[in-house]
């Protein structure tokens, strides 16, 4: 459940926002999905007219709105590209997009939703209905040049939880990204960022069922631009398979990650709700020496709370070539109500961790004690 916040203040700033933002809008060229052969009707291929849309508006040199009406809307696989005209793109999703129900159909595109070399995109609104075949119901991911100074907010993203490879939400190769006030359900990671994600701002997110919020997999190669600026606040996660997870491959790499802060993170019946984790290796094939080359360092939990349905609520295991420095725990309260549904009595957690060094501030538990 995402937290709501009520004050007169706030009310007095959401007004003149709203104000603000409908003079905005009155100014600024709307391209309609509908002027360009879309149809609500989830059957229809939308796709067309979605890029000449996105075309119009990316090579209009003013501020200017895509706009997606009430409704629902098929597309297949779709990149948006750029670098736009303008710095200041709007896409305002009022209906919702439908993915193919039939994998094929997408094929080795690796993506559902891609914007690609995009500066200044701001996504508002809508659901994104991935329907269990998409790797990605929405990637923000630049290859080259990347994306710079995203916005998405009041996003919901839906996927079966049983869904393999749907990422909700994937950040890489990318800066000045902000995902907000918005709510994921899928069968992989609700939001994820890979090599090369910087200044990264998560706040108000409910995950659920899903695999959590994660960085990584990292190090699978070994010129890799790292993970650094990332803050993950005041987020909900609900019955995933994972909390708040950092992995990197048993590889050699040069890349890393720092300078992370999860803060305010509330985890209801998680499995593994913090979780550093540099010997990924399925099938233990193609990692030399097991032993990861990515430099994990200043990673922040603060004010992490609920409940573990695995009796290792903190399992930090890092590389024994390049040992995690400066992890820092601050009121952190995880209790454990083992692996079945429904309610069950809490009892006290236990935490693993290795080939680590850190701080613990104020009230930990299960006390973090790293070897």
Same mark, same amino acid.
Not at 72 to 83: H, L, S, V, W
Not at 208 to 226: A, C, F, K, N, V
Not at 353 to 363: D, E, K, W
């Given at each position: ?10 009310l007095? /700033? ?9 003079a ?9 999905v509908?002027? &360009?052969g ?6 229809? $291929?939308?796709?067309?007219a979605?890029l000449?849309?996105?075309?119009? /508006?990316?090579?209009?040199?003013r501020?200017?709105?895509v706009?997606?009406?009430?409704g629902?809307f ?6 948006f590209?750029?670098?736009?005209r303008s710095n200041?793109t709007?896409?305002?999703? $009022? ?9 094929s ?6 993506? !559902?939703?891609?914007?690609h070399?995009?500066d200044?995109?701001?996504i508002?609104?809508?659901i994104?209905?991935?329907?269990g075949?998409a ?14 100074n ?7 993203v839906? %996927? ?6 749907? $990422?909700?939400?994937h ?8 995902i ?12 994820s ?7 990264v701002?998560i706040e108000?997110? %409910?995950?659920g ?12 190669? &070994? ?5 650094e600026?990332?803050?993950?606040k ?8 994972n909390g ?5 491959w ?14 305010? /993170? ?11 984790d540099q ?10 020496g097991?032993a ?9 939990y !603060?004010?992490?709370r609920?409940?573990s349905?695995?009796?290792? /609520?903190v ?6 070539a ?9 009121d952190?309260?995880l209790? &454990?109500?083992?692996?079945g ?6 009892? %006290?957690? %236990?935490?693993?961790?290795?080939n680590?060094r ?5 009230y930990?538990t ?6």
């Amino acid at each position: 459940m995402l937290n709501l916040y009520h004050s007169s203040s706030v009310l007095v /700033a959401a007004v003149l926002f709203l104000i603000a933002t409908a003079a905005a809008s009155a100014s600024r060229p709307v391209y309609s999905v509908t002027n &360009y052969g879309s149809r609500a009707d989830p059957k229809t $291929d939308s796709t067309t007219a979605f890029l000449d849309a996105w075309s119009r /508006a990316c090579s209009d040199p003013r501020p200017s709105t895509v706009y997606v009406p009430n409704g629902k809307f098929y597309i297949r696989n779709a990149t948006f590209e750029g670098p736009c005209r303008s710095n200041d793109t709007l896409v305002r999703v $009022d209906g919702t997009l439908v993915a193919p129900a039939d994998y094929s159909v997408i094929g080795d595109a690796g993506n !559902w939703i891609l914007f690609h070399s995009v500066d200044g995109v701001r996504i508002s609104g809508g659901i994104l209905d991935g329907q269990g075949i998409a790797l990605w119901s929405c990637k923000l991911h630049g290859q080259n040049t990347g994306c710079r100074n995203v916005n998405l907010q009041r996003v919901t993203v839906t %996927a079966p939880g049983s869904s393999p490879n749907t $990422d909700g939400i994937h950040v890489g190769l990318s800066t000045l990204v902000s995902i907000t006030n918005s709510t994921i359900s899928t069968g992989d990671d609700c939001i994820s960022m890979g090599p090369g994600a910087r200044n990264v701002w998560i706040e108000r997110v %409910a995950c659920g069922p899903g695999h959590g919020i994660s960085i990584g997999s990292l190090g699978w190669t &070994y010129q890799e631009p790292g993970v650094e600026n990332v803050t993950v606040k005041t987020v909900n996660l609900t019955e995933t398979t994972n909390g708040l997870r950092i992995k990197t491959w048993g590889r050699p790499s040069s890349g890393f990650v720092r300078d992370v802060l999860f803060q305010h /993170a509330v985890m209801e019946g998680v499995q593994n709700p913090i979780l550093i984790d540099q010997n990924y290796c399925p099938g233990n094939r193609n990692c030399p020496g097991r032993a990861s080359g990515v430099e994990v360092s200043d990673v922040r939990y !603060w004010n992490v709370r609920g409940t573990s349905r695995t009796e290792v /609520a903190v399992r930090i295991d890092c590389s024994k070539a390049n040992p995690c420095s400066g992890i820092q725990m601050r009121d952190v309260a995880l209790a &454990y109500v083992g692996s079945g549904s429904g309610s069950a009595s809490m009892e %006290a957690a %236990a935490a693993s961790c290795t080939n680590a060094r850190g701080t613990s501030l104020t009230y930990v538990t299960p006390v973090v004690k790293c070897s």
